[in-house]
């Protein structure tokens, strides 16, 4: 994970927590839809790990958002 993007990685992060609560899914209800860790879920909201793009597919999948909506920071 680049450094030099962490305010980028944060917004994503509270984008994608944004969005499952909107859902109404728990951090470990969308992990476990995804087949990840819940500690990895919380890592990609807390913008201290990166997620690959077939992960963030995965998520706008799961959400039922677009890859645009879920990269439209506010």
Known sequence: MDFNYSDKYRKL???I?????DRCYTQLELAELLDIDRSHMSAIEL???GASLDLIFRIC???GV??????DFR
């Open 47 to 49: 913008a201290t790990r």
């Open 13 to 15: 992060g509270q984008n």
């Open 17 to 21: 927590a944004y969005y499952r609560k």
């Open 61 to 63: 999948d799961k959400l």
């Open 66 to 71: 677009s890859e645009k909506e879920l990269f």
